[in-house]
């Protein structure tokens, strides 16, 4: 059983995608708020320099929240704390070096560009809150997630998005 089926924990629902084929998209319900932390901290076992994953959905959705698991998971050093207002944030001391960024005040590709992103992209794990159809073109492949908040709720759910690469193989791996 997956670390993440149980009490507490979120349950996993596939998009079977073409028969036989690995699901192109997995839903992911998280029951409670602290279960979007849990989620990015599962989702670290699967992690690799070079990986680029794009976090999307309204505020309140968990993005920092699923990227402070992702570290804790990575086993960054000092707290992972929205980069808002300095848009990026590197962590290193962990088994990869983490690389967040916020891209909601960025509006152009040539901005994204300026962040000169691509050279930490390759030796890190790289997240970007609100950078969807942005930034995508820094590796070979990304993996998308969408979250969203049930209104007056804490629950959450979060749909992955395998863009590339071996991303839907690693997920399956982690019986999600």
């Known amino acids: 059983m997956s670390p993440l089926h149980g009490p507490g924990h979120p349950v996993r629902a596939a998009d079977p995608g073409v028969p036989g084929a690995a ?26 320099p070079g990986d680029l994953i794009v976090l999307a959905g309204p505020l309140g959705a968990g993005k920092t929240a699923l990227t402070q698991g992702i570290g804790a998971g990575l086993e960054v050093s000092g707290s992972v704390v929205s980069p808002t207002f300095v848009i990026s944030r590197v962590h290193v001391g962990g088994r990869i070096p983490l690389v967040h960024v916020d ?16 050279v930490d992209v390759a030796d890190s794990v790289t997240v970007i809150e609100w950078g969807h159809g942005l930034v995508e073109q ?13 209104d007056d709720s804490e629950v959450r759910s979060a749909e992955l998005i395998p863009q590339g690469g071996d991303w839907a193989q690693r997920i399956s791996s982690l019986g999600w």
């Open 23 to 48: 699901p192109r998209r997995h839903r992911v319900t998280l029951p409670e708020a602290s279960d979007t932390f849990a989620f990015g901290r599962n989702l670290s076992l699967v992690l690799r």
């Open 103 to 118: 891209a909601y005040r960025l509006g152009s590709l040539a901005e994204v560009d300026d962040l000169d992103l691509d």
């Open 138 to 150: 820094l590796g070979e492949s990304s993996l998308l997630i969408e979250l969203a908040r049930a």
